[in-house]
């Protein structure tokens, strides 16, 4: 090999070295976007990122404030766990839903 080629092999690397700890970082970041996207959509409830016993990754989400009896019997829960964050954000949508019809059916504050 000579001189040019070890050089372009080098070059060439370096160019695919950057991508890769780019990419990585992107996903790390995405994770974190994502995690504080969440935390200011729905600030009633504290979120996070979980792994458990057998390094599953779960999306968490616990109701700042406790579950109510009339809550509790309109089915809202106190604690969420998905798999992902769109799973989520799919299911703390739908019991933002539940609270506010809860909290509606009570009459005015």
């Known amino acids: 090999m000579t001189v040019i080629q070890v050089r372009t092999l080098v070059q060439a690397s370096d160019r695919?070295?950057?991508?890769?700890?780019?990419?990585a970082a992107l996903q790390q970041d995405l994770a974190g976007r994502q995690l504080s996207t969440l935390r200011n959509t729905y600030p009633a409830w504290d979120i996070d990122r979980e792994r458990d016993a057998a390094g599953q990754v779960w999306w968490?989400?616990?109701?700042?404030?406790p579950v109510i009896a009339d809550?509790?019997?309109?089915?809202?829960?106190?604690?969420?766990r998905q798999p992902d964050p769109i799973a989520l954000a799919s299911t703390?949508?739908?019991?933002?839903?539940?609270?506010?019809?809860a909290r509606s059916s009570m009459g005015p504050l």
């Open 16 to 23: 695919n070295m950057r991508q890769v700890v780019a990419l």
């Open 71 to 80: 809550k509790a019997a309109a089915g809202v829960l106190p604690r969420i």
């Open 92 to 101: 703390l949508a739908f019991q933002s839903a539940l609270l506010y019809n």
């Open 60 to 65: 968490t989400a616990t109701l700042r404030r």
